[in-house]
């Protein structure tokens, strides 16, 4: 029978806590700015909407980077502000430096799958909640550790049915920054997935 030592369970205790702590402060602020920014835009009378992607548009490419935090008026905000805290801090709270990296590469990836398939300016949180949802779910299958497996089970549970956004269906709705997200989460939990062991025994880094 193994035994974790008191000191030892102490401080991964005192470790999950910080990253839970660091998890809520970063997406709460996240959270907080995409608030100030659509109440700037609305009082400024939709200005900031030129910051969404506008496709096939090469001076546009940059606003792939500043479309996934702004949004068409509060109820477009509204409807994406839980899901965004819910998944982006169980995303963040399992390591606050691959969650910045897994960002990054859902907003490039959603961004310029947008840029390309879309034929309309497009705004949103969306790609990043498709986005954590893949990579959480990618987690679940790549990273093969219960915790991981079990929370990939419990977001598919509880968000599962938002998939059906990934196929076009409204045309208010970008299907392409849901697909790109999703594909952007996934693609971000492949590479940035733990090393595996070789059969030689030599660990592999990815």
Do not use: C
Not at 157 to 163: D, H, I, K, R, S
Not at 185 to 202: K, N, Q, T, Y
């Amino acid at each position: 029978m193994s035994y974790i030592p008191d000191r030892q369970r102490s401080d991964g205790l005192v470790k999950a806590g910080t990253r839970a702590l660091s998890a809520a402060v970063l997406v709460g602020s996240v959270t907080v700015l995409m608030w100030v920014l659509e109440g700037i835009d609305v009082l400024d009378n939709g200005a900031l909407d030129q910051f969404g992607i506008q496709p096939h548009d090469v001076n546009d490419l940059p606003d792939i980077f500043t479309a996934p935090f702004m949004h068409a008026g509060f109820p477009h905000l509204m409807a994406n502000t839980i899901p965004f805290a819910v998944l982006g801090f169980i995303a963040a709270a399992r390591g606050i430096a691959k969650f910045l990296a897994a960002s990054l590469i859902i907003i490039v990836v959603g961004g310029l799958g947008v840029w390309f398939f879309s034929s309309a300016n497009t705004l949103g949180s969306s790609i990043l909640i498709f986005g954590f949802f893949g990579y959480l779910l990618g987690r679940g299958i790549f990273e093969r550790r219960v915790l991981d497996i079990v929370i990939a089970v419990l977001v598919v549970a509880v968000y599962g049915t938002m998939l059906v956004g990934v196929v076009p269906n409204d045309p208010t709705i970008s299907w392409q920054g849901h697909l790109f997200g999703l594909i952007g989460g996934l693609l971000g939990a492949w590479f940035l997935r733990r090393g595996r062991v070789e059969p030689s025994g030599v660990t592999r880094g990815t």
